[in-house]
């Protein structure tokens, strides 16, 4: 292989701070560096895919492996207003609905674990 980049990543094994699953949408990217900034978060198992936390079962293997291999304490759920794998609704409410069943399987999977959900939207964040 060609290398088409030199940087020196550490080896040392980390216990994350939290896992956070956001979805891909750029348009929300810089909020997340502000919510990350904000939480003084600086170990995060980021799970970044359309629709945050709608595909739950995904969501929930991949949070299972955050907790299994880094410890993970704490789990944000995060889905946003116009979200494209939602189909675009710009209905709070329905974020609201989506995210709380989508948190109430996290906690089901994973009861020690501390889960926020937060609705993204162009003013901010809230959490639900
Ligand atoms: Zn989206």
């Known amino acids: ?9 550490s080896k040392d094994h ?11 949408d750029a348009r929300f990217s810089h909020l997340l560096d502000t919510f990350i900034k904000d939480r003084n978060y600086t170990q995060i198992d ?3 895919i359309a629709g945050g936390a709608k595909e739950i079962d995904f969501v929930i293997d991949q949070i299972g492996k955050s907790i299994k291999l880094h410890h993970t304490p704490r789990v944000v759920l ?3 207003n116009e979200c494209g794998a939602y189909g675009g609704s ?5 974020y609201e609905a989506e995210l709380s069943k989508a948190a109430d399987k996290v906690r089901a999977s994973f009861p020690s674990v501390e ?3 937060i609705f993204a939207d162009f003013d901010g964040l809230k959490l639900v």
């Not at 710009?90 to 329905?94: I, M």
């Open 46 to 48: 980021l799970v970044k």
């Open 14 to 24: 980390y216990t994350a701070d939290v896992c956070i699953v956001w979805c891909f």
């Open 1 to 9: 292989m060609q290398s088409i980049l030199s940087f020196e990543s």
């Open 90 to 94: 710009t209905d709070p409410a329905f």
């Open 78 to 80: 995060m889905v946003h």
């Open 115 to 117: 889960v926020e959900a």
